[in-house]
Antibody, heavy 116, light 108 residues
Framework: QVQLQESGPGLVKPSETLSLSCTVS????????WSWIRQTPGKGLEWIGY???????NYNPSLKSRVTISADTSKNQFSLNLSSVTAADTAVYYC??????????WGQGTLVTVSS | EIVLTQSPGTLSLSPGERATLSCRAS???????LAWFQQKPGQAPRLLIY???SRATGIPDRFSGSGSATDFTLTISRLEPEDFAVYFC?????????FGQGTRLEIK
């Protein structure tokens, strides 16, 4: 059974870049779809984007100008970079896996706060 | 973007009762690629139902999904204490993938 674990700073300053990694065990990131989803009390669950076949990506248009998702097959990890963050980007960030677009396995989530 | 609207916002029921949760899409969800998730405090969402009516692995048969096109329902036939949580619907037919705002199922 695939397991996912998010890692990265819990505090990011406004205007800087939020960077998170997701380590995958029990599955290969060379296959399937690997997504980032975030959750806030105000906006609920928001899909950020996914990477598949270790290189092709698809992003939410609302975040596309600021998002990059990449993969490192040697570490079986994929990563999220979100630039020019504001307080509105404060959220719990989840990494997920899906056989298709459906996120059927989730990491435990990591809280990222944007504050000076 | 497909907007998913869930109702009610909060549902207050007792253990043993039947729960019916609704999810309405702003446009037809192709192939009924509509899923339901359960989320408990401090935990990640857990997949319950996919393709509108298929139970995910390990999900008890008291959970069932139905519906098509724009109207979908999650039914919990007899509520157990562990079922009180927040439930989200989700469509993965059209990009961007979207979620409903959630229904909170609370103990009456």
């Amino acid at each position: 059974q695939v397991q996912l674990q998010e890692s990265g700073p819990g505090l990011v300053k406004p205007s800087e870049t939020l960077s998170l990694s997701c380590t995958v065990s029990g599955g290969s990131i060379s296959r399937d779809y690997w997504s980032w989803i975030r959750q806030t009390p105000g906006k609920g669950l928001e899909w950020i984007g996914y990477i598949y076949h270790s290189g092709s990506t698809n992003y939410n248009p609302s975040l596309k100008s600021r998002v990059t998702i990449s993969a490192d097959t040697s570490k079986n990890q994929f990563s999220l970079n979100l630039s020019s963050v504001t307080a509105a980007d404060t959220a719990v960030y989840y990494c997920t896996r899906g056989g298709g677009w459906l996120p059927d396995s989730w990491g435990q989530g990591t809280l990222v706060t944007v504050s000076s | 973007e497909i907007v998913l609207t869930q109702s009610p916002g909060t549902l207050s029921l007792s253990p043993g009762e039947r729960a019916t949760l609704s999810c309405r899409a702003s446009q037809s969800v192709t192939n009924n690629y509509l899923a339901w998730f359960q989320q408990k405090p401090g935990q990640a969402p857990r997949l319950l139902i996919y393709d509108a009516s298929s139970r995910a692995t390990g999900i008890p048969d008291r959970f069932s999904g139905s519906g098509s096109a724009t109207d979908f329902t999650l039914t919990i036939s007899r509520l157990e204490p562990e079922d009180f949580a927040v439930y989200f619907c989700h469509q993965c037919a059209h990009s961007p993938i979207t979620f409903g705002q959630g229904t909170r199922l609370e103990i009456k």
